[in-house]
């Protein structure tokens, strides 16, 4: 029998042509500009993001964020109201951001398809991750960008970062929290606000100066797993989890691979054997052992990693996904390790 459903590719074209109508008519309206149709003080703007040259012709009123990331910060610097829709969750929402998270629509709670975006109307577009907005993600950031979408990807994924390769990439250099603090301020001006992106800096600043004041932590190792137990992503050398460990004076016992989260059998595990396991909780389930009480129950009844030092004196902290990730979080990640390490008579 003859269908007569329309062929995908055909869908999807039609789908960003009318995006672009919608798109361009939002344009036309001025809505994303001043009430009186002036330009807004600093617009256009034009950044260099992630190789790409981004114009901004006027803060946006109705933004989609598409990684958990990216919409923390734009909820931290008071942007609720300007969020069209948000996507790509892997935890609760950072504590004290509850009630701003609850008036926005989440259109996906993984990646979402192009068309639930398109579908939102959006005047920018946001991620937190280079594979976000690129063939096999959402959409490739040309394809929004030719529909006058203007796209912002966290300079913490590219910058001193190799996203050609497969998996989730690798560090040509060691990730500093200056990169998030650029994307704070970057996405404050982008929306108009950027004395909001000092405060948040200022603050993340001080967060990280208290938890590390005084700290010593040189003899403590760590490992840390993001997800699955089959085949562990575990941190390599100098990406978020880098961060936690420098500043703590520590060791990461796969600091000699510069792979973003290589996956490492539990033998060689056991055998660099940790003081202290640092433990992804995540609430989404798209790996075998995302929670962190899965994870605790696999340590603890395999028989490879149940002998680790670690394991049997229950030397573990806990941490949400984006606290693993260069992101806001981050720095909650650090306070959390720290108090850890001194809890467990690791660090002076």
């Given at each position: 029998?003859?269908?007569?459903?329309?062929?995908?590719?055909?869908?999807?074209?039609?789908?960003?042509?009318?995006?672009?109508?919608?798109?361009?008519?939002?344009?036309?309206?001025?809505?994303?500009?001043?009430?009186?149709?002036?330009?807004?003080?600093?617009?256009?703007?034009?950044?260099?993001?992630?190789?790409?040259?981004?114009?901004?012709?006027?803060?946006?009123?109705?933004?989609?964020?598409?990684?958990?990331?990216?919409?923390?910060?734009?909820?931290?610097?008071?942007?609720?109201?300007?969020?069209?829709?948000?996507?790509?969750?892997?935890?609760?929402?950072?504590?004290?951001?509850?009630?701003?998270?609850?008036?926005?629509?989440?259109?996906?709670?993984?990646?979402?398809?192009?068309?639930?975006?398109?579908?939102?109307?959006?005047?920018?577009?946001?991620?937190?991750?280079?594979?976000?907005?690129?063939?096999?993600?959402?959409?490739?950031?040309?394809?929004?960008?030719?529909?006058?979408?203007?796209?912002?990807?966290?300079?913490?994924?590219?910058?001193?970062?190799?996203?050609?390769?497969?998996?989730?990439?690798?560090?040509?250099?060691?990730?500093?929290?200056?990169?998030?603090?650029?994307?704070?301020?970057?996405?404050?001006?982008?929306?108009?606000?950027?004395?909001?992106?000092?405060?948040?800096?200022?603050?993340?600043?001080?967060?990280?100066?208290?938890?590390?004041?005084?700290?010593?932590?040189?003899?403590?190792?760590?490992?840390?797993?993001?997800?699955?137990?089959?085949?562990?992503?575990?941190?390599g050398c100098c990406g978020a989890p880098g961060v936690i460990t420098k500043e703590l004076g520590a060791k990461n016992v796969f600091d000699d691979t510069h792979d973003e989260w290589p996956q490492i059998s539990w033998e060689t595990v056991a055998d660099r054997n940790p003081d202290v396991l640092v433990i992804g909780d995540l609430s989404r389930t798209t790996q075998t052992a995302e929670s962190a009480e899965k994870k605790i129950e696999f340590l603890e009844s395999n028989p490879v990693t149940k002998t680790m030092d670690a394991v049997k004196e229950r030397r573990y902290v806990l941490l949400s996904g984006q606290a693993m990730n260069p992101t806001i979080r981050t720095?909650?990640?650090?306070?959390?390790?720290?108090?850890?390490?001194?809890?467990?008579?690791?660090?002076?």
């Open positions: 029998m003859l269908s007569t459903a329309i062929p995908a590719p055909i869908r999807t074209a039609a789908l960003f042509a009318a995006g672009l109508l919608l798109v361009t008519a939002c344009g036309e309206s001025g809505s994303a500009g001043a009430a009186d149709g002036k330009k807004a003080e600093g617009f256009p703007l034009t950044l260099k993001n992630c190789g790409r040259t981004v114009t901004v012709e006027a803060p946006p009123q109705q933004a989609v964020s598409v990684d958990q990331g990216s919409t923390e910060i734009l909820l931290s610097l008071g942007l609720a109201d300007r969020l069209a829709g948000t996507a790509t969750w892997s935890d609760p929402v950072m504590k004290g951001l509850e009630k701003a998270n609850a008036g926005v629509e989440r259109i996906s709670e993984n990646r979402p398809s192009s068309e639930k975006v398109l579908d939102k109307e959006p005047d920018f577009l946001s991620a937190s991750f280079a594979s976000t907005l690129a063939k096999g993600g959402v959409a490739p950031r040309e394809q929004f960008e030719k529909l006058g979408v203007p796209t912002y990807i966290s300079p913490a994924d590219c910058v001193g970062k190799d996203n050609s390769g497969s998996g989730d990439g690798a560090r040509t250099a060691p990730l500093t929290m200056d990169s998030v603090y650029t994307e704070v301020r970057e996405l404050a001006q982008v929306f108009g606000v950027p004395e909001r992106g000092d405060a948040l800096v200022k603050k993340l600043r001080a967060r990280v100066e208290k938890a590390t004041d005084g700290i010593d932590a040189a003899d403590a190792s760590l490992l840390y797993w993001f997800s699955d137990s089959k085949a562990p992503y575990l941190a720095v909650e990640g650090l306070e959390r390790v720290a108090a850890g390490l001194r809890d467990f008579g690791l660090a002076g």
